[in-house]
């Protein structure tokens, strides 16, 4: 009697152990199957480049302002500084604002940048737009020298405004002295311009 106990109760054993691994795998593969369960990986690449870099920031504001009275704002949802140098950082999604002493204000946007914290001047690459009273300019790459009080852009400008629009390769604007100089890199081609009736 005693025996067969012991046989039904290890029968028992390997079934609720059977059961219970079947159990296990079922509710796993759910999991994996199932798009609740996934992961997201947007996040989860975001959370490990900030565990890998520890000079990530997020919503960075920076101000200066000059002898003359200028004013230079910068900000960027996110960033980090160079590491092997920390007056320089990257940013990311940028928004930057020139106030001109004659109240002229100058706005920037773009999807990176290069920012100095110690001395202001600023390198815009990818999808920059510059407007200003009825002035608007694209480029790809706008190098915004502040202690020069210096804007020099390159590559595929186009520029509008109520009047005119030209193309060109090469511009560069003195803001105190708002003089600009627009050239082509190839000297044999000619800086493009139409007149407007209003923006294209």
Do not use: W
Not at 48 to 67: G, M, P, V, W
């Amino acid at each position: 009697m005693i025996h067969k106990n012991v046989f039904y109760f290890l029968i028992s054993l390997v079934l609720i152990t059977l059961l219970s691994i079947m159990f296990y795998y079922y509710s796993t593969s759910k999991k994996k199957n199932n798009p609740i369960y996934k992961e997201d990986t947007t996040l989860k690449t975001i959370d490990a480049i900030k565990r890998q870099n520890q000079n990530f920031i997020e919503n960075i504001t920076y101000t200066s302002e000059d002898l003359k009275g200028n004013k230079y704002e910068i900000k960027s949802e996110s960033g980090y500084f160079d590491k092997k140098n920390d007056d320089i950082i990257f940013m990311t999604n940028v928004r930057a604002k020139i106030l001109l002493k004659n109240n002229t204000t100058i706005y920037i946007t773009s999807n990176k940048a290069k920012y100095n914290n110690k001395t202001s001047d600023t390198y815009f690459s990818e999808n920059i737009n510059i407007s200003y009273i009825d002035h608007k300019i694209i480029c790809n790459e706008l190098n915004f020298m502040f202690t020069k009080n210096l804007m020099s852009l390159k590559e595929n400008i186009i520029y509008q405004s109520n009047y005119e629009s030209f193309f060109a390769d090469v511009m560069t604007m003195d803001l105190v002295t708002k003089e600009i100089k627009i050239f082509m890199n190839d000297k044999s081609n000619k800086v493009k311009f139409m007149k407007n009736n209003g923006y294209n």
